[in-house]
Every structure is written in structure tokens, then in C-alpha cells.
């Protein structure tokens, strides 16, 4: 049965970082898997699922949702290990030690960081798949693998009617030579900057409402980008604009909903490219207008490339970041894993 987690206390999370995040798992082997893998059945006593939370992501959702999941596995006998967190650094250390050890399924209770976390942590373990229990700011990945934005609905759905699939993995490689796998999306510029009001002093907002005042806060006195863009298709070659941001995206949307790449597709073994030109006043009071509204982002200025692999170059040193965390910067070269990793998602769903 499930034991009592640890209580929900204010803790450094995923969401929080402000600095460079260095892969906790430096050198490991990134790998792939070709196969997607049907099951309805639960865990075993011998070898129970785990849930690792992240009390502090959402703004506190996450520690409100940790009694909802205990009550549900108690009443429907799943045999789970409920585990809280401290920090980012405990998070994935616990993570890559319970890999190691032989757990089979790990769940992450949190946002499009802490699953990111929990990525980069099993990427060595094939044996591993992973869970997404929704209780983050944004859950842009839930979405795009069809989960309710609640976590004790999506763990009945994928407990009781889910399977496993490989999904693609964007892996990034900064000027310092940082390396990280992100599910969602990632960029750098505005959103970047936005990115930083985000997980600082908007962090107790929800919603898609916490990521469009960060935008508004990051673009006072920011200035637009001169990119340098080198594709990995020799007939587009290189791009060079003059933008507001550079999104690399895995699922159609980031930021709580805001649609930069709809036809984005998690196993397409393609990655999204967005280039933001920089817009008039007007348009960027239409734009944000329309995004707050229903999460679409409509522009002339809007330019997609479906790529596998880019080079982003910028007048200046700006950071990346990747499902809302800073990872490193510029340059950085972002490409396509194919099959990287296996996630539970409804049945009835393509992932």
C-alpha cells in the first residue's frame, strides 16, 4: 500500500531555478528504445511504482494534489512509494538511484520541469518508463500526450486504460558545453526572459496567466535579437532575422497553452522550429491579446521549420531555456532523439 509522503514543505524546485542547470547526468549514454509497450496491469509488491513530488511546483498544487493520489491508491490498490523532494538535485538523485536499483515505472508529480527532471535522470536506465502526473504551472507535455490537467485523473487513465510509447526527446548542447534532454520546448529571447519572471516573481500565479505577465514584465526594455539560424536541411541553409524569440518545440505549445507549434508531434522524430520576427508595437498588443484569449499565436511575423537538427546563433549572450528552465547559453544546438524515452499516455491517444 501507500506509505505517507513526506509533508509538503516550501522547497527549491525545478520551476525555481534562476541558474545554469548542469545535466545530472553528465556522460551518460543517451538511449533509445523502438518499441511501444501495451499494459493494464498495476505494479507488484516486489517492485512498486514510484512517485516522486515536487511540493512546491504550480505555485502549490502539487502539495495539494499528494492526499488526493494516497486516498486513490489506498481505495484502488496500487502499490506505490509516495516520495517528496527538497530540491532539484534530490529529486533527480533519487530518481537515477531508484533507476539504477531496478524500479521499472516512475511517475513525477509537478510541471514540465519536474518531468524534465525526472527525464534526464532515467535516461541511462532502459528499463525505466515514466508518468506524468499533472500539478505544474503550464503541463504543456501532459496535454500533448492527452492527459487531464489533474493528477489523480491522469493516473486512473493511465493506471486502469494506459500504455506505453516511445516518444521523442529534444537534447540540447550549450556554449559550455551543458548537455539536456527537454520534452516540451525550449528558446531562447523573450521567452527565455519571461522564463526567469515565471519561476521568480510570478511563481505563485497559475495558469496561463503566470507565463503572458511574465512576457509582458520581460518585454519592457527588452531589445530584439539579430539570429543567426543554421538548419540542418541544406536547401533551407542558414536564416539570419531580427527576433523576439527562437522556440525549439517537441509538443505544439508551451507556456500554459500558447500554441507556437500546432503541428507539432512528439513522435514524428522532427523537432519544431519558431522564429518570432520582431513586431510592431500594435501587433505585439494583438498578439498577446489573442494568446491570453485562446492560447493561439497568429502573425505575419510568425515563421515555422519542422527540422531535426539547428545551430542558434545571437548578437549578444543570451540563455536558453528548456520546458521553463535555464539551461545554459548562447549558442547552443538543439537536435531531435528519436524514441528516447517511454511515457505512459491514455490508451485510446496516439501519444
Known sequence: MAPPAK???????????????????????????????????????????????????????????????QKFAVENRWEVEFRGTESSA??????REEAERGRERIFALGGDGTVQLLLNAVAGSPQVSIGVLPAGGGNDFASAIGLPNDAVRAAEIVLLHGRASCLDAAHVRTADGTERLYLGGGGVGLDAEA?????????????RSRYLLSAVRALWGFQPLNVRVSLDDSAQGVIEAKALLLGVL???????????????NVQDGKLNLVILQHLPPLEIVRVLARAAASGEV?????????????????????????????IGRTPVEVSVVPNAVRVWHPARDKA
Open 298 to 326: 497568429r502573425t505575419r511575423y510568425l515563421r515555422r521549420y519542422a527540422i531535426a537538427r539547428v545551430r542558434l546563433e545571437t548578437d549578444r549572450e543570451c540563455v536558453f531555456h528548456g520546458d521553463g528552465e535555464i
Open 195 to 207: 522564463a526567469r519572471y515565471a519561476s521568480g516573481a510570478f511563481r505563485k500565479i497559475r495558469g
Open 7 to 69: 509533508s509538503c514543505r516550501n522547497s527549491f524546485s525545478a520551476e525555481k531555478q534562476g541558474e545554469t542547470l548542469r545535466a545530472i547526468d553528465t556522460g551518460r549514454r543517451l538511449r533509445q528504445h523502438g518499441e511501444s509497450v501495451s499494459s493494464l496491469s498495476l505494479s507488484s509488491k516486489q517492485n512498486p511504482d514510484l512517485v516522486l513530488a515536487n511540493p512546491a511546483a504550480g505555485g502549490g498544487i502539487a502539495c495539494e494534489a499528494l492526499p488526493h493520489l
Open 90 to 95: 534530490e529529486f533527480a538523485q533519487i530518481a
Open 250 to 264: 517537441n509538443t505544439p505549445s508551451y507556456g500554459a497553452g500558447l500554441r507556437l507549434a500546432p503541428e507539432a
